[in-house]
C-alpha cells in the first residue's frame, strides 16, 4: 500500500469489542460477517497497536489466532461427496464467534443504558434532610386513634407476645402439647377479665409460653369480640391494648 494506513485507537476492553468497533464502523451483518474482510481490518490494529509499542495482551492475539483459523475453513472446499449433500449440513465456521458477539452486544448495551440512567440520576438534586426539632412542642401527647383496634393492631401485639415469650423461654426446654377446647379458653379469659376488675391487658392474657396456647387463646379472643363479651381499645398509636368486659359476661355458649 502507497499511502500510510492511519487509524485512531479507541480504548477497547477485549477483543470481542475491537470486533464490535469494526463491525459498526464497516457496517457489517453480524449475521453474515464476511471473516476474510473483518480479519484483515482486526490484524492492521493489532499491526498498528505493535507499531505503536503497546502491550498486546494475550486474549488478542489469541482472537487473531481464532479469526486466522475460520478464515482458512472458509476458503477449504467442502469434500463432503455429492449423494451426502442432501443429508449433510456444513456447520458454519463462524457460528460460534457470532453467538459470542451477539451476546457481548446485548452486556455491552445494557451497560450502557445503566451508564444513561446514572447520568440521568446525576442531574437530580434533592435537599439534604433538616433538623425540625425547633418544631417539636413540649410535652406533645401521642397521636390518638380514637380507641379504634384494628385486626392487625391485634396481630402486632400479638407478635409482640410471641417474641416476648421467646426471650423468656429457657434455651433448652421440652415441648409440651396442650390441647384446650376453644370454648373452655373462652369461659377462662372471661373469668380473668371479671376478676381483673373488667379490664386487662392484652398480653395478660397469654400467659402460658407454648405457641398452641397462644394461637387457642388469640381464636377464642377473637371469639369473645364477635359475641360482643368483650372489646378492645388501644389510646394511642403503638400503646398497650385493653381488653374491655361488655355486660355481665354470661353470654358464652356453645357455637
Same mark, same amino acid.
Given at each position: 500500500?502507497?499511502?500510510?494506513?492511519?487509524?485512531?485507537?479507541?480504548?477497547?476492553?477485549?477483543?470481542?469489542?475491537?470486533?464490535?468497533?469494526?463491525?459498526?464502523?464497516?457496517?457489517?451483518?453480524?449475521?453474515?460477517?464476511?471473516?476474510?474482510?473483518?480479519?484483515?481490518?482486526?490484524?492492521?490494529?493489532?499491526?498498528?497497536?505493535?507499531?505503536?509499542?503497546?502491550?498486546?495482551?494475550?486474549?488478542?492475539?489469541?482472537?487473531?489466532?481464532?479469526?486466522?483459523?475460520?478464515?482458512?475453513?472458509?476458503?477449504?472446499?467442502?469434500? &463432503?461427496?455429492? +449423494? $451426502?449433500?442432501?443429508?449433510?449440513?456444513? *456447520?458454519? #465456521?463462524?457460528? %460460534?464467534? !457470532?453467538?459470542?458477539?451477539?451476546?457481548?452486544?446485548?452486556?455491552?448495551?445494557?451497560?450502557?443504558?445503566?451508564?444513561?440512567?446514572?447520568?440521568?440520576?446525576?442531574?437530580?438534586?434533592?435537599?439534604?434532610?433538616?433538623?425540625?426539632?425547633?418544631?417539636?412542642?413540649?410535652?406533645?401527647?401521642?397521636?390518638?386513634?380514637?380507641?379504634?383496634?384494628?385486626?392487625?393492631?391485634?396481630?402486632?401485639?400479638?407478635?409482640?407476645?410471641?417474641?416476648?415469650?421467646?426471650? &423468656?423461654?429457657? +434455651? $433448652?426446654?421440652?415441648?409440651?402439647?396442650? *390441647?384446650? #377446647?376453644?370454648? %373452655?379458653? !373462652?369461659?377462662?379469659?372471661?373469668?380473668?377479665?371479671?376478676?381483673?376488675?373488667?379490664?386487662?391487658?392484652?398480653?395478660?392474657?397469654?400467659?402460658?409460653?407454648?405457641?398452641?396456647?397462644?394461637?387457642?387463646?388469640?381464636?377464642?379472643?377473637?371469639?369473645?369480640?364477635?359475641?360482643?363479651?368483650?372489646?378492645?381499645?388501644?389510646?394511642?398509636?403503638?400503646?398497650?391494648?385493653?381488653?374491655?368486659?361488655?355486660?355481665?359476661?354470661?353470654?358464652?355458649?356453645?357455637?
Amino acid at each position: 500500500m502507497g499511502d500510510a494506513y492511519h487509524v485512531k485507537l479507541d480504548a477497547f476492553e477485549g477483543p470481542l469489542d475491537l470486533l464490535l468497533h469494526l463491525i459498526n464502523r464497516y457496517e457489517i451483518d453480524i449475521y453474515d460477517i464476511p471473516v476474510a474482510e473483518i480479519t484483515e481490518q482486526y490484524m492492521i490494529y493489532i499491526h498498528t497497536m505493535q507499531q505503536l509499542e503497546l502491550n498486546i495482551a494475550s486474549e488478542y492475539l489469541v482472537m487473531a489466532a481464532t479469526l486466522l483459523e475460520i478464515k482458512s475453513k472458509m476458503l477449504i472446499p467442502n469434500q &463432503e461427496l455429492e +449423494l $451426502e449433500e442432501d443429508e449433510y449440513e456444513e *456447520e458454519d #465456521p463462524r457460528e %460460534e464467534l !457470532m453467538q459470542r458477539l451477539i451476546e457481548y452486544r446485548k452486556y455491552k448495551e445494557a451497560a450502557q443504558s445503566l451508564k444513561d440512567r446514572e447520568l440521568d440520576t446525576n442531574q437530580i438534586y434533592t435537599r439534604p434532610p433538616l433538623n425540625l426539632e425547633h418544631y417539636k412542642v413540649e410535652g406533645s401527647q401521642p397521636i390518638e386513634n380514637n380507641g379504634e383496634v384494628t385486626i392487625f393492631d391485634m396481630i402486632g401485639a400479638l407478635q409482640k407476645v410471641f417474641q416476648r415469650r421467646k426471650w &423468656e423461654q429457657p +434455651l $433448652e426446654t421440652r415441648v409440651h402439647r396442650q *390441647e384446650i #377446647p376453644i370454648q %373452655e379458653r !373462652m369461659e377462662q379469659m372471661m373469668t380473668q377479665i371479671y376478676e381483673a376488675n373488667g379490664k386487662i391487658h392484652f398480653g395478660d392474657l397469654f400467659p402460658s409460653p407454648h405457641r398452641s396456647h397462644i394461637v387457642i387463646s388469640f381464636i377464642a379472643l377473637l371469639e369473645l369480640m364477635k359475641k360482643k363479651m368483650v372489646t378492645c381499645e388501644q389510646q394511642e398509636n403503638f400503646s398497650d391494648i385493653m381488653i374491655y368486659q361488655m355486660g355481665d359476661g354470661d353470654g358464652i355458649t356453645e357455637a
